[in-house]
Structure formats: C-alpha cells, structure tokens
Nanobody, 117 residues
C-alpha cells in the first residue's frame, strides 16, 4: 500500500512559478513509475509528466520546456517544477504511483493550482 500526499498548490499570476511536491509513504517507492496528472473543470484527467523507476521522463506537449518532473527515492518524494505558468494550467493536480507488473496504482487527493491575474 502506498499513500500519496500532494502539496504546493495555490494561486499564482500568469508567468509565475510553483513547485508541487508529492510525499509517498509505504515501501518500495523506487520501483514505481511516478506521474503528475491534472484535471480542469469539465475536462478529463490528463497526464502532465511522468518519471519511471529508471529515470526516463515523459511530458505532455503542452508543458514541455516549462515543467520539470523529478524524484528523490531516498526521501520517497516526487516534484513538479512549473514555470511560465498560463491560465490554461489551472487545474487540480494529482500525484500517481504506478507499478503495472504488481498491479498497483495509487492516487493522491490532489492539489489546486490556479493561474490568474
């Protein structure tokens, strides 16, 4: 069992930055692919960025060059650095831990990010 707790969301002006954090409890954090998803009102949840256990990265086209995902296995943490934020980045951001071989898929409760002047 893995529990995920996100933090770092808030209100920011366009062009600003935020850093989201996701703290994971439980064992074997390093074997999970970690990802950030987001869901805006009236829209489907979408993948923002992912990082595998080997450190391979994946980004949605809409955030490439602006967002950076990273992980610290020693601290069981995953981060999302968000720069040059746009109003369309406004959403609830969710942390996800996935280990398909073991059939494990966990979600955090989400953190709100609002980009507005």
């Amino acid at each position: 069992q893995v529990q995920l707790v996100e933090s770092g969301g808030g209100l920011v002006q366009p062009g600003g930055s935020l850093r989201l954090s996701c703290a994971a409890s439980g064992s074997m954090f390093s074997i999970y692919t970690m990802a950030w998803y987001r869901q805006a009102p009236g829209k489907q949840r979408e993948l923002v960025a992912g990082i595998t256990s080997a450190g391979s990265l994946n980004y949605a086209d809409s955030v490439k060059g602006r967002f950076t995902i990273s992980r610290d296995n020693a601290k069981s943490m995953v981060y999302l650095q968000m720069n040059s934020l746009k109003p369309e980045d406004t959403a609830v951001y969710y942390c996800n831990a996935l280990q398909p071989v073991l059939g494990r898929d966990y979600w955090g409760q989400g953190t709100q990010v609002t980009v507005s002047s």
